[in-house]
């Protein structure tokens, strides 16, 4: 795929006018999470599943610290994303400095570009993805068993049914 998709997400486009309820009901219906404030993407490793989902293979899962607790360390998946986004030519500009701070419009926004760009490619997804388990995915990163599922969500994790402590992202 060429960069053209998402060259075409300016800043006046309909995308980045998504409320933030949209965007989280969106990422926790398709990743079965539970997040419930968008500052819990600053990590990074929701970015990274949601490239993986959309282009499997581009992202080393098993890689993604979803432990992750401060801004160093969710450097570590920025640079899994980026290097998944220069594998599949997206050329969008992930200004780091400012996403790891977990500020809410920053995040907001990245966020909003990250589902139309989905939106978008999802298009020419054949299908989606089938049998796709996003708590199997993400359970192979480190941390990746604790994270809160979304208990409407596609599949329970093991983890999370048997009553151990979980968190969200």
């Known amino acids: 795929m ?24 969106f990422f926790n219906n398709l990743l079965n ?12 490793a929701m970015a990274c599943q ?15 610290n979803w432990a992750a607790q401060s801004p160093h360390e969710y450097i570590g998946n920025y640079k899994l994303l980026q290097n998944a986004f ?10 780091v400095d400012k996403l790891i701070r977990a500020k809410y419009q920053d995040n907001l926004e990245f966020c909003q570009w990250l589902k139309a760009f989905f939106d978008q490619t999802s298009s020419m997804m054949r299908g989606g993805r089938e049998g796709y388990d996003p708590v199997a995915v993400r359970a192979k990163g480190k941390g990746g068993k604790t994270v809160a599922s979304n208990k409407g969500g596609m599949k329970k994790s ?7 402590s979980t968190r969200t992202v």
């Open 33 to 44: 999470l539970n997040l419930t404030k968008i500052e819990q993407t600053a990590s990074g």
């Open 158 to 164: 093991s983890a999370s049914a048997g009553g151990a």
């Open 2 to 25: 060429s960069g053209a998709t998402d060259a075409a997400i300016g800043m006046m486009d309909g995308a980045y006018f998504t409320s933030k309820n949209e965007i989280l009901t």
């Open 50 to 64: 949601l490239t993986e989902y959309i282009f499997p293979g581009s992202v080393a899962m098993s890689r993604v």
């Open 86 to 95: 220069t594998k599949n030519k997206i050329q969008k500009y992930v200004d």
